[in-house]
Structures are given as C-alpha cells and as structure tokens.
C-alpha cells in the first residue's frame, strides 16, 4: 500500500520536470559534451557544472540524475533547478572532498566516494550529491538551520540532522540503500566504489 501511495506521490513530482528528465536519460551520451543538467530545465542555467568539468564527470552526474529519477528521488534537483540563484557542481580531487559551500554556491561531489555508515553497508555517490544539493537548496531557499556545531550531538548540526531526516533518510527508503540517523559515527567513512551509483 504505501509503495502504491509513493509511486503515485513520486509520479506527480516528476510531471512538473516534464520530458527533460526522460530525454537526458535517453540522450546522456550525446549531452554529456554540452551541460546535460540544463536539460531538466529549458531556461535552466541555475544548476551547473564548474569550469574544467571533464565529460566524464558530467556523465558521472547524469547517470546519479538519471538513478535519482528513477527511484522518484530527485525532487531536490528539479526544485533547484528552477530557482533563480545558480549553484555549481564541482568534481571532488579526493573521496572526503564531498560537501556544500555556501561562500561560492559550489556542491562538491567525488562520484566515487560512498558512504559507509555501517560496516558494509555503503551508501551511493548518487545519494551523497542528493544530501549536498538539500544543503545547497536550503542554502538558496534560505530554509537551512544552524550550522553551529552541537557538541556531542549525533548529527552534529541542527542543519545536518534536517537534511538527513527530511531528504536523506526519505530518498535513501525509495532507493533501498543503508539509512542512517547520525551524521558521525565511528564506523562512518567514505569508500571507493565502482561507479557513481554503486554501493561497492
Ligand atoms: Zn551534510
């Protein structure tokens, strides 16, 4: 019953994107030269990819896009892609290089750094990018907490245990990956997998 209600939920999300979403799936390779992610977006220039993105980087993010589509989870995009601000994605040089910077607008993402949030069971690259795009929305949006650490507090700011509970631990259910209700923990830690889609 509640796969049915989140399929029909995850349906009326994805009409607002229209075919944009279909024809990048359909068409990654030949988009990947170009921006792939203006696709979702006929005047959408608010999602883009940093100078010197090599193509295999922007097909790496086509594919998270396309995988985010497909389990109804990428509604974070599609949002930030129609905002006005411009936000820009930028390849990580190292597996902990995966986070959000508010100063220059910038999701940083290794497309093949997974999260381990327990031993063996490892969250996707594509999950990772949604977690950063929820901060840079908030960002934007001007809906994002507090950033001030909490001393002690399993997910240390106000502002991480948002975008784990509201987009993360949501999305992470429709994908069948690992959940977690932390932002730290000792068994947390970044692994390399196979593609910017894989859990190992
Ligand atoms: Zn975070």
């Known amino acids: 019953m509640a796969g049915k209600q989140e399929q029909n939920h995850g349906g009326n999300e994805l009409a607002t994107l229209g075919g944009v979403f279909n024809s990048l799936n359909i068409n990654v390779y030949s988009y990947t030269h170009q921006n792939p992610l203006k696709y979702m977006d006929p005047d959408g220039r608010k999602l883009e990819f940093a100078k010197g993105s090599t193509p295999q980087f922007r097909q790496q993010i086509a594919q998270m896009v396309q995988y985010l589509n497909k389990g109804h989870a990428s509604a974070v995009l599609a949002e930030l ?9 930028k390849e990580g040089a190292t597996l902990q290089d995966f986070y959000y910077d508010p100063n220059s607008k910038t999701i940083v993402v290794h497309p093949r750094s997974g999260l381990q949030v327990s031993p063996g069971k490892v969250q996707t690259p594509a999950l990772g990018f949604l977690h950063e795009a929820g901060h840079a ?4 949006k001007g809906t994002a907490a507090s950033t001030a650490p909490i001393p002690g507090d399993p997910y240390d700011t106000k502002e991480e245990k948002r975008v784990i509970e509201t987009i993360e631990v949501p999305a992470a259910k429709k994908l069948h990956e690992p959940i977690r209700h932390a932002h730290h923990g000792p068994e947390m830690e970044e692994k390399e997998v ?3 889609t894989c859990d190992k």
């Open 81 to 89: 892609q129609k905002r006005p601000e411009t936000v820009y994605l």
């Open 194 to 196: 196979k593609c910017s």
């Open 137 to 140: 929305l908030g960002d934007v």
